[in-house]
């Protein structure tokens, strides 16, 4: 089946370390986002690719950069975890402009 | 910029009973998306609805774009309908969606 996956389901880390959070995608979708999700809040999205170009949110923290190496991936890394940092990070899929895809999400918590 | 706003916030159901749910959305939505979150986080998609009336199964979806409103059905509805529920607008000429603050529903057996 044609979906859209993200390891690691669980991360957890240090405060101060780096961490890298993976997307990928079947469905050979020209438009991958990545959404944050505080816990008993709605997802926020950070930025998203068009193919290979990147779009950053007006208030997404510098701390958040990601990459695309090919239409299948998409990474999220995150240079310095801060304690408000810790949610669920979402990525979604979708053709120009049309419905989105989700997968499962990654929960990160930061000690 | 886009609005979504949803209600109710929260809703009880006894399991069996009906509900509707309403996403109000601002005039820059020309993409409209209902979800429901499950316990494990992930958003599953309901129905992709910019206009028009969508069914599956126990679901149903209605959006007038003219009034700027999209009303989710769920009949006789079961425990595992559970979760919070998300509408989602995007517009203008880019696809980012913005979600409304969702409707936690719990139904009790």
């Known amino acids: 089946d044609a979906m859209v996956i993200q390891n690691p389901r669980y991360q957890v880390t240090q405060f101060g370390k780096p961490v890298t959070l993976s997307c990928s995608q079947t469905l050979n979708h020209n438009v991958m986002y990545w959404y944050q999700q505080k816990s008993s809040q709605a997802p926020k999205l950070l930025f998203h690719y068009y193919d290979k170009d990147f779009n950053n949110e007006a208030d997404t923290p510098d701390n958040f950069q990601s990459r695309r190496p090919n239409t299948s991936f998409c990474f999220l890394d995150i240079r310095s975890p801060g304690l408000g940092d810790a949610a669920m990070y979402l990525c979604?899929?979708?053709?120009?402009?049309?419905?989105?895809?989700f997968g499962p999400g990654t929960r990160l918590t930061v000690l | 910029g886009i609005q979504v706003e949803q209600s109710p916030p929260d809703l009880i159901l006894q399991e069996g009973a009906n509900s509707t749910l309403r996403c109000n959305f601002s005039?820059?939505?020309?993409?409209l998306q209902w979800f429901h979150q499950n316990p494990w986080g992930q958003l599953i998609n309901l129905f992709y609805i910019p206009s028009g009336t969508k069914q599956n199964g126990r679901l149903s979806a209605t959006t007038v774009a003219t009034e700027r409103y999209s009303l989710l059905y769920i009949s006789s509805s079961q425990t595992t309908d559970s979760g919070v529920y998300f509408c989602a607008g995007a517009g203008g000429s880019q696809g980012n969606l913005i979600f409304g603050k969702g409707t936690k529903l719990s139904v009790k057996p």
């Open positions: 005039d820059s939505v020309n993409n």
């Open positions: 979604a899929t979708s053709r120009v402009w049309g419905e989105q895809f």
